[in-house]
């Protein structure tokens, strides 16, 4: 099969189906990473993989797609225990530039060297401002210690890279964050290619044409910037998870009137912090403030004390 040229005045691409294991799945190449162009090939299955710094921009739709989906989901309990620990902090869009950098420079094991060019970099910091593109943040200390980054549209998140400086803080970022993204109704996050890391998670290679399927039932609108809108999801983030257990010792608390059991918080709570009851309670002691009880509570019981 043909690999293709883009047109530099077109932001169309070529079917996804036509990308070929004999050309390492590699579809088109050329055109610029501003963002019609970007958001259109992630609607379309497709995603950007550069070569290196100053060679021609590169296009992939790989046969199977690297997928975690909701039901699939899952934290190993040696995770379970550091998050117990409430080592980090965790933040959304705090530091966007700082993340996509610091996932180009940090050195990974068994990688040479990093896909992530200054264009590139470019290109996701402008969807980042147009709200299409989010950072998810662990910071220890006061200092941006790990993270992730991806581009969301409508009901879909696509994942892009992620790094840490200290152990287990981009671990620790994702399973924090990939578990309020689910809990609020996103049906998968697209990992693109396999990688152990996230397959401890429960992502799993599926055929590419089920992605296909899966990515033309959501709700993809390249138009209406916040990509994440419609499950409220990076405003529910930013406004009660903006912050850190070493600048707010306070936990949070259940008002009893207001509290009907349901066991949402409960179950939302990273740290296992609450206890069942007529109404529920917070261990201060375990509390990690980190706001996703209170996001989950329909019943608005829950205050930060």
Known sequence: MAIYRLNDDSFEFPLPEE???????LLAVGGDYGPERLLNA??????????????????????????LKAEDFRIQKSLKKVLKKGLFGYRVDTAFKEVIHA??????????????????????????RLGFAHSFESWQDGKLVGGFYGVAIGSCFFGESMFARVPDASKCAFAHFAGIMFDNGLPWIDCQTYTDHLARFGA????????????AGETINKNSAGALHGLNLCYNISTTINCSKEENKMAYTIAADKCVACGCCKDACPA????EGT??????????????CAGTCPSEAITQA
């Open 19 to 25: 990308a070929t294991a004999e050309n390492d799945w």
């Open 42 to 67: 992630y609607a379309g299955g497709i995603f950007p993989w550069p070569v290196k710094e100053g060679m021609p921009v590169t296009w992939f739709s790989p046969d199977p797609r690297f997928v």
């Open 103 to 128: 996932c180009s420079v940090v050195p990974r094991p068994g990688q040479d060297g990093t896909w992530i060019t200054s264009d590139l970099e470019a290109g996701y910091c402008e969807l980042n």
């Open 204 to 215: 799993k290679d599926i055929p590419r044409a089920e992605y296909l399927e899966m990515l």
């Open 272 to 275: 296992e912090a609450i206890s």
């Open 279 to 292: 109404p529920y309670s917070i261990d201060a002691e375990k509390c990690l403030d980190c706001g996703a």
